[in-house]
């Protein structure tokens, strides 16, 4: 089982707080998409097992004309061995979700959107740049499911300057109450170089609180689990049955091939990302040769990863797959340094797992990395 991941490097406005690799000037995108469209054909000898998933990500894949969306989805058709059932996600936002790209899209065999809400409040949106106000992220879902979607995520953010805790929770209900089958929800983190470090280094915005955040989240688990949703991972909440499927694979560190500006791709051991520069990607591309670098994992940084990965999913860390994988010996460490974690009720262990508690689960990453492995 593996996925392949489409990074569509262009969106209509930059959003303050956004550090991915994007380009508001479209004036490339035809010569992005021709050489994303080379590189799908110039991998397809990489061995790979046959695709489950594919999501179409970046930036906003749902600014571009859907014939386009379509041409990627066949090329990676004829490239690649792709499952009877593949789950395939657009990434879309508010604004560019019409009724006739939805019956597009429909059509070309998407059949699950995130999109990228963030908030229901126009005070939010406004201050966050996005190109879309709180009334299109509610006709948006309407669109979709009368298109006949009816599984979908919206992105909401928490933690941000000015949101009070009962603005938070009216972000809540609203999705609450909608039915969203399936909720990506992350505390904001401020990264150096976007408009929002800026500006709160200037003083025109209010520094994040740690405390604040901790609060929203423990909100989120509230109200989320007393509406159904299962907290499958830290950021990520579903209704029973609408888990993402793309997304699960990566926590499970399963193979996939990303194809784009900026994109990554892993095989199990090694890690593979191209080249976060519209311009270099296309001409690489156009000359044969593939603009990415590469790393190959180490046992101790795949031990890592999967210490971070399984620890962020409601499975938890399996106590046998450490031993199977990497030995007695790291089981036994990992048992003793973890041993404080469930003295202080932030980890629960049981016979074969260990998994973050309720009061854990804000800390996640953290205890993470307190329990890696620097050297063998
Ligand atoms: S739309 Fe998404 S990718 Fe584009 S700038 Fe905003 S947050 Fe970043």
């Known amino acids: 089982m593996a996925g392949i991941y489409i990074h569509i490097p262009f969106c209509r406005k930059a959003c303050h707080y956004c550090n991915f690799h994007f380009s508001t000037s479209l004036g490339s995108a035809e010569a992005v998409v021709t050489s994303i469209l080379k590189e799908i054909s110039l991998r397809s000898s990489e061995p790979i097992e046959e695709i489950q998933t594919i999501y179409f990500g970046g930036g906003t894949p749902s600014i571009l004309d859907p014939e386009i969306i379509n041409k990627m989805l066949q090329a990676i058709k004829v490239h690649y061995a792709v499952s009877n059932d593949p789950e395939i996600t657009l990434e879309a936002n508010p604004d560019d979700i019409t009724v006739e790209k939805a019956k597009a899209w429909k059509q070309m065999g998407i059949n699950r959107f995130s999109i990228g809400v963030q908030s229901f409040a126009?005070?939010?949106?406004?201050?966050?740049?996005?190109?879309?106000?709180?009334?299109?992220?509610?006709?948006?879902?309407?669109?979709?499911?009368?298109?006949?979607?009816?599984?979908?995520?919206?992105?909401?953010?928490?933690?941000?300057?000015?949101?009070?805790?009962?603005?938070?929770?009216?972000?809540?209900?609203?999705?609450?109450?909608?039915?969203?089958?399936?909720?990506?929800?992350?505390?904001?983190?401020?990264?150096?170089?976007?408009?929002?470090?800026?500006?709160?280094?200037?003083?025109?915005?209010?520094?994040?609180?740690?405390?604040?955040?901790?609060?929203?989240?423990?909100?989120?688990?509230?109200?989320s689990s007393a509406a159904g949703y299962i907290h499958y991972e830290i950021s990520n909440l579903a209704l029973p049955g609408k888990e993402s499927r793309h997304n699960s694979a990566y926590w499970e560190s399963r193979p996939y091939l990303g194809f784009g500006p900026s994109a990554h791709s892993f095989s199990g051991i090694k890690r593979s990302w191209n080249i976060a520069d519209n311009l270099k990607y296309i001409q690489s591309i156009q000359a044969g040769v593939l603009p990415n670098e590469e790393e190959t994992l180490r046992e101790i940084d795949q031990l890592n990863e999967y210490i971070m990965t399984s620890l962020r999913s409601i499975k938890g860390m399996q106590k046998e797959i450490i031993r199977t994988r990497w030995g007695m010996d790291k089981l036994q460490v990992i048992s003793k340094e973890i041993e404080k974690f469930v003295v202080a009720g932030k980890i629960t262990s049981t016979e074969k797992t260990w998994s973050?508690?309720?009061?854990?689960?804000?800390?996640?990453?953290?205890?993470?990395?307190?329990?890696?492995f620097l050297e063998d």
């Open 356 to 372: 973050l508690s309720r009061e854990g689960r804000f800390f996640a990453d953290g205890i993470a990395s307190s329990l890696f």
């Open 122 to 223: 126009d005070e939010n949106l406004q201050w966050m740049n996005r190109a879309h106000d709180a009334s299109q992220s509610i006709a948006c879902i309407h669109t979709i499911r009368e298109a006949g979607f009816e599984n979908f995520s919206i992105d909401l953010i928490y933690g941000t300057p000015g949101q009070t805790q009962q603005g938070w929770i009216k972000d809540l209900e609203k999705a609450i109450a909608m039915k969203v089958p399936h909720l990506s929800c992350y505390a904001l983190t401020v990264e150096e170089g976007t408009a929002l470090h800026h500006m709160i280094g200037s003083g025109k915005k209010e520094k994040i609180s740690a405390d604040e955040q901790a609060e929203r989240f423990e909100t989120l688990v509230q109200l």
